[in-house]
């Protein structure tokens, strides 16, 4: 964040009461109504959380709801359950088997107009059990990780559901990542099917992900059987014995399958995210927890009512946290349509996500600051020539929104009508932490506000003691919650250092925050090496990597830099072997070693190249003067632990190129 966004958020005076024709008909309309049930909630977490759970199906009911041994949480003790179940089969054995389930939008817009699939409960209940027989005539059961590598298709959600109701753990992996990326998290994960598509649109053109998977088996041996969704058309090599066509997996099998009953704590999914050292770390979730929370958060930010008309839509991939919690598990389970669109938010024109909202009727609206950023760029007008009056609600989630942005959300897109969801949360909460409740919770543009139900979250110094108001400090929260990850795939040691070490007793998240006066919580970005790019978790060491593997580069230190739209941007500090010269074409060879390596989203925005790195005598790179000067800002703070003083002089001079 630069630093005119934190001398902004500090000056930041305005409030917006919930708007009171939406609050007379959202769950939660007063504060204190809000204050009285979080208390409770914190004081009695069991009875909290076993009346919320009853609302959900359960094929044998829990024994205790918490058993907590830090930092190890099991939820719903004993219970069986089965999340395909909550989200299709429950909307389906209650009668609604013909409503909408999930209506997805198609990237190209022919004469007709784009390409539109309404998939019902019943729809879904018969493609999940179809594709789950699929899986299993080729082997797979319950507990094997399968990898699901595709674009934003209908049989991306349904793969996903039929991992789900087979007790298949998925591991999904953005479709932007490289090959590389894949055999990592197959390797790791220790996964033998991948699921793909030949190809996906991206701006009209094709991503070949099929073409990436036959890459990935290359690196990894793993790999036994690649299922394959047509949707592009282009041309693939289909390998004898390993890859099949999705239709072919599907001809003929029985479209009947019964939910699996799982334990509340067996495995629902794993999913890769950066950490601030070495490679992804994969994240578990488990069944019982997640699916109470994610459809508690659900229900309550974004004021779902089945039966009202509403049409959900969450404009994130279903690769990261955001599409497995808020477009599939917690918002299905709500019988409330969910929107899926299968492309970017500028093809054919810049105001193709207004003109999705206006075409069917959208009253919840969930996306990034990064894109908010980049539709004031735009201009208002791909906005205002739409009718975008069905919209209810706006939610923004994945980096802090800059008051700016946040009002340009509130009077253009929500004409000051609608409530401002800004939330909180990570791949590792597995759903809302901090967030305001949309009819009960005053709003400031840029802060987050006050914890959902359940969560104690507090600003603490190292020693774990809450700060004073409006003092920065480390984000804790500091009791166990249903949906908090049960571990990092493979590595206790890890899991245990990185989450549960730093602030005893409680779960550090790495994100430094303050709260005002009210109470509100302000989040001030991470707080280890960490980057937030464009709303999407980058390690900066994972970019380093990256880099260091091209034969040309000795070394390289990476840093986030203030980016007008990405937030954060990505600067590359890199020095190159001896007699390799600096050009403008190895810098932008080196951008696309970094796509290659790990996928375009990594990509260095800058890349200074340097004779040296500024080090502390023990050889620690000095990231903090590195941030500086990629912000172009005087080189503040000590460094007197620099090892070689002249390198300042020489990162000054970079300034004022
Ligand atoms: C950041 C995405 C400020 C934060 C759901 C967190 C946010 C990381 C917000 C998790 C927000 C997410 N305001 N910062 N509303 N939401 N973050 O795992 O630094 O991809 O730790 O999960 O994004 O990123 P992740």
New binding site residues.
Partial sequence: MSDTHITSVLNEARVFAPQPEFRAQAYWQDLDAYRAEHERSLQDPEGFWGEVAKELSWFEPWGKVLEWNLPDAKWFVGGKTNLCFNCVDRQVESGHGDQLAILWEGEAVGPDGPEVRRLSYADLQAETSRFANALKAQGVKKGDVVTIYMGMVPELAIAVLACARIGAPHSVVFGGFSSHAIADRVDDADSKVVITCDGSWRRGKVVPLKANVDAACELTSKIETVIVVERCGNEVAMREGRDLWWRDAVQGVDAECPCEPMDAEDMLFLLY?SGSTGKPKGIVHTTGGYMVYTYLTSKYTFNLKPDTGQVYWCTADVG???GHSYILYGILPNRVPSLMFEGAPNFPEVDRFWDICERHKVTQFYTA?TAIRAFMKWGDEAVTKHDLSSLQLLG??????NPEAWMWYREVVGGSRCPIV????????GGHM??PLPGATPTVPGS?TLPFFGIDAAVVDESGNEVPLNRGGLLAIRKPWPSMLRGIHGDRERFVQTYFSRLEGMYF???GARRDAHGNFW?M??VDD?I?VA???LGTMEVESALVSHPQVVEAAVVGMPHEIKGTGIAAFVTLGPGVAASPELSATLQAHVGEEIGAIAKPDLIQFTDHLPKTRSGKIMRRLLRDVAAKRAITGDVTTLEDFSVLETLQKYQED
């Fill in positions: 995210t990261w946290i955001t600051p923004t989630v994945g980096e802090p929104i800004d939330t909180w949360w990570q791949t590792e909460t901090l967030t987050c998240p790495g994100d989040i970005g991470r960490v937030n709303g999407h978790r």
